[in-house]
């Protein structure tokens, strides 16, 4: 199994979004904007549009559109975890076919490894589930001047 681009992107652009969000920028600009995340990140400006559409289009993102406009989070970063991108993006991570339940196994009556590839898929599928936006975000401090800003997790304590 191999995670798709488009899947990656799609991950690593919902959580710059979230971070902006975290951090405050939402208070000097609304939403976040596609050519800011390629700037960021230098993904390919045609895909990303697509992807963000996705997102939009699923309820997880909204859109401004104007010039102001932008992206901001539909659903809070603790309502959407990997599990639910790599759904929309890859339908579902499988390790093997076996594993689909759509697909019917020619060699199951004689198979002795399809139960650990059952008990591995269902071990990634919880680990995806169980890891929501929100724990990828690093904490937000608010700084002596009263912006808030990004820190390191193990720093935030």
Known sequence: ?????????????????????????????????????????????????????????????????GKNGGFLPQKTASQVSLFDILALFEHRPYLNNCTTKKVECKVQSSCRVGNIWQKAQLALDEVLKRTSFSSLLPAVKESKSGLRVLVNSSSAK
């Open 1 to 65: 199994m191999k995670i798709s681009a488009k899947s990656e992107y799609a991950a690593l652009a919902l959580l710059d979004i979230y971070e902006q969000v975290a951090a405050g920028r939402e208070i000097a600009r609304p939403a976040v904007t596609l050519d800011q995340i390629i700037k960021r990140h230098r993904f390919p400006r045609e895909l990303l549009r697509k992807i963000l559409q996705q997102l939009v289009n699923a309820k997880i993102l909204m859109s401004n559109p």
